[in-house]
């Protein structure tokens, strides 16, 4: 791999935020860094550091620790994205000062007669998660993994959790204390799953039970911590429940009928979740995080049930709570009543997540358009900035920059 663009100015890690996992250190798509871009264009090189081609084809979010950067991706046998081939499925590591690959290993071999996927979905999707020196990898149904970050080499890998998918893999794993915690949401018998850490090995099982008829979900847990007890937000096809992550026993849950193919991950502020039911009709809810048992009738603050996401996942700044439809209109409510402060177009068709960084809200839309907003009650655009690639995955922060991964490129966009 070599670098396209030339490095323009890369100063040390060493008081650099990581990125371990989907939505960054806080889960929730925040960080503390500042001094990020609000302007970039890859046509005049601005603000481009470097820009590295990426082999296959995935939608998983870049993961940063140190000065390494780690994504998966699904490379077609033969150098064809036929639907009907095998896949390698793989893992790189790759310098964040250059792009340039580190170590490039296959974890799985997808069979040619493997579940296909949704044209908005890819054969590696779900974010990887690091922690201590080891990298957890996660491609659904197809199995799960962990290696040592230095090198790729296997410490274990599992494909005993396999299930019927629909549409493919979706959800990314979470670590809690010496468990790997993963949504296992198939169209029929929808399950969480715990993992033993250090081996792979199956500590617990939750099955879900909910009345929706579609079961197929693909929400990432958050774990959050209420009245001194860690919680487990998992949501899935008509209803989010919240486990002891130790035992996987139900603390609560609150069911929401007939939504399904849940895909936002949860977010936790003010004292309640914020969920979104999946499709069907998507409502965004607020619940409060403190019940016992079921919760439908006695937590639900308040619903918004208009241009509410599919796939975007949500943030809150500081007393508002902002989420972009799949059609690209930008939602700015209060936490706490539900109150829509306004809803305005400001993408076009988008599935990655909103980042809240230096003040700024950052949303890249499916063709690669970047828009930056002012966090507020009203609504204004700062920059718009066209990568004019198609562009499904959430961005990662390392150091003061960007990483935005576009369907063939990883970028690394930065003053």
Known sequence: MRLLFPLLAITTFASAEDWPEFRGPSSQGQTAVTGLPTEWNPDFKKNILWKAPVPGIGWSSPVVVGDRIYLTSAVAAGGTDKPEVD?????????????????????????????????????????????????????GHQGSACLNAADGSVVWKTQAFAYNPVHGNGGSPVIEGGLFIFNADADVNPSVIALDKTTGKQVWKFARVSEAKNKFSFSTPLMIEVNGQRQLISAGSGVVNALDPQTGKEIWKARYDQGYSVVPRPLYAHGMIYVTTGYGKPVALAIRADGKGDVTDTHIAWKIEKFVPHNPSMVVVGDELYFVADNGVLTCADVKTGTVHYQERCTGPISASILHADGRLYLQDEK?????????????????????????????????????RTESHLWRVGK
């Open 87 to 139: 896949r390698s499925l793989r893992t790189l590591c790759l310098q964040a000062a250059d792009g340039k690959v580190v170590w490039d290993v296959e974890v799985f071999v997808q069979p040619k007669d493997a579940p296909q996927v949704h044209k908005k979905n890819s054969h590696a999707s779900p974010t990887p998660v690091h922690e201590d020196g080891k990298l957890y990898v996660h491609f």
């Open 368 to 404: 690669g358009l970047g828009v930056v907003v002012q966090p507020g009650k009203s609504f204004r655009i700062l920059a718009k900035n066209d990568m004019k690639e198609r562009s499904l995955a959430s961005y990662a922060v390392v150091e003061n920059d960007f990483l935005i």
